[in-house]
């Protein structure tokens, strides 16, 4: 099973100057929980951007063109069917971004982990994919106001799609 998680604003934005909206690290802990142990498949622009690398306890795989890419700690897919194809540890497998890879990928999409800040962000330059409602139900939903460590309220929101008819 192929499953997405993203955070998007109130306008489906995702991301600005190749770097997430804000921090949250409620999110950031959420995003750990759901994708330990488990492959994460993302374009080479979002595994650039994290700090420290690889994230740990999880199998990297990162899509890109060019065939001379080979940072440590990952493996190198060329494209979405590549990266499925190589994905080696156990559950669903998650598209992490960014906003090419989710596009390449949301068609075969059955689950979407979607975290949504109640927030309208400005000088964004990168967005998901439209979210048709009639193709998803929402199987859970959670909502969290804003504290001292989060700036923004947000919600977690599970959505699965409809089986074809
Ligand atoms: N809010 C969130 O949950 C979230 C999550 C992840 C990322 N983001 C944000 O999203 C932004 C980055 O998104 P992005 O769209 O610019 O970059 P991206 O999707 O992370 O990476 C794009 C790169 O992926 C490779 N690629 C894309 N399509 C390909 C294909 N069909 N075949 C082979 N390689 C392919 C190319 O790498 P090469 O150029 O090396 O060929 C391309 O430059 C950042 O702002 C990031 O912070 C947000």
């Known amino acids: 099973m192929l499953s997405a998680i993203v955070a998007i604003d109130r306008n489906g934005a ?3 100057q190749g770097q997430l ?3 949250m690290p409620a999110d950031m802990r ?5 994708t330990m142990g488990h492959s994460i498949i993302m374009g080479r622009k979002t595994f650039e951007s994290f700090p420290k690398g690889a994230l740990p306890g999880r199998q990297n795989i990162v899509i ?3 065939r001379n890419y080979a940072p440590e700690g990952v493996t ?4 979405v069917d590549e990266a499925l194809s190589v994905a080696t540890m156990p559950g669903d497998m998650f598209i992490i971004g960014g906003e090419q890879i989710y596009n390449a990928s949301f068609p075969l999409l059955t689950t979407i982990y ?3 800040i109640d927030h309208k962000f400005k000088d964004v330059d990168a967005h998901f994919p439209r979210i048709d409602m009639r193709s998803w139900i929402i199987i859970s939903q959670e909502e969290h106001p804003a504290d001292e460590r989060n700036p ?6 599970t959505l699965k799609r409809k089986k074809a008819l």
């Open 14 to 16: 995702i991301g600005k």
């Open 76 to 79: 190198v897919a060329h494209s």
């Open 114 to 116: 979607l975290t949504v």
């Open 30 to 34: 959420h995003f750990k929980e759901i």
């Open 64 to 66: 890109t063109r060019n």
């Open 152 to 157: 923004y309220p947000f919600s977690f929101i």
């Open 21 to 23: 909206l804000c921090h």
